[in-house]
């Protein structure tokens, strides 16, 4: 083979390494964000069975549950002001 044919596939195996990364960036924040959605949602719901008894519920929807999945406990107490607030 002569040089530039190695070279052209080098830089053909570059380019498709840099291209196969800049795809599975999005796709691992897609997933990260779609598990912490699934987390909040567990969350919310476990609040709101404990919360049931003491007359306390967040409605769940994908938002509160993306709010409680990336902020955790503190998701909670934010969702609990803004239900008073409004």
Known sequence: MAFGNVLGYLLGLIL?????MILV?????LIKLLING?????????????????GV???????????VGFLGVPGVVLLLILQVIL
């Not at 498709?16 to 196969?20: N, Q, V």
């Open 25 to 29: 960036i999005p796709i691992r924040i």
């Open 16 to 20: 498709l390494y840099i291209i196969g």
């Open 38 to 54: 699934l987390i909040g949602g567990v969350i919310l719901f476990l609040f709101n069975l404990v919360g049931g008894i003491l």
């Open 57 to 67: 519920s967040i409605v769940i929807n994908p938002l509160n549950a993306i709010i």
